[in-house]
């Protein structure tokens, strides 16, 4: 009996002072997760609380860079008692290759996840190749 193998999966530590901080309060450096199909790569970044109008994300020569940020609601008549839910910004930068096609780049945000579909350029893409007779 033929025993398929399981693909590999890489989990990484990514130290948060890779972060680049450019404004006050706390920076966050959120999970993300990287799947692959043959026709694109889909990142998947955690950012609770984090509204379209709060999410930036910008493609510059290689790097496509994630910004969000996430502020307290502010309560006039009540003091915070307890609180552990943090509020502050949260930052990733992934460098992209010549296999992503950049101009088709789709973002969306839903239940507190990012998900970027990036799609892979035809020339990396994989094809059937026609075998014929003479």
Known sequence: METKEQPTVEKKKIASDKCVVTGKGEWYFPLSDIYETPDNFTILIDMPGVGTDNIS??????????????????????????NEYNIGHYHRHFVISDAINRDKIEAKISDGVLSLVLPKAEHVKPRKIEVKTE
């Open 57 to 82: 994300i910008d493609l510059r020569d290689n790097e496509l860079v994630i910004n969000g940020e996430v502020s307290q609601e502010a309560y006039t008549d009540e003091k915070v008692v307890y």
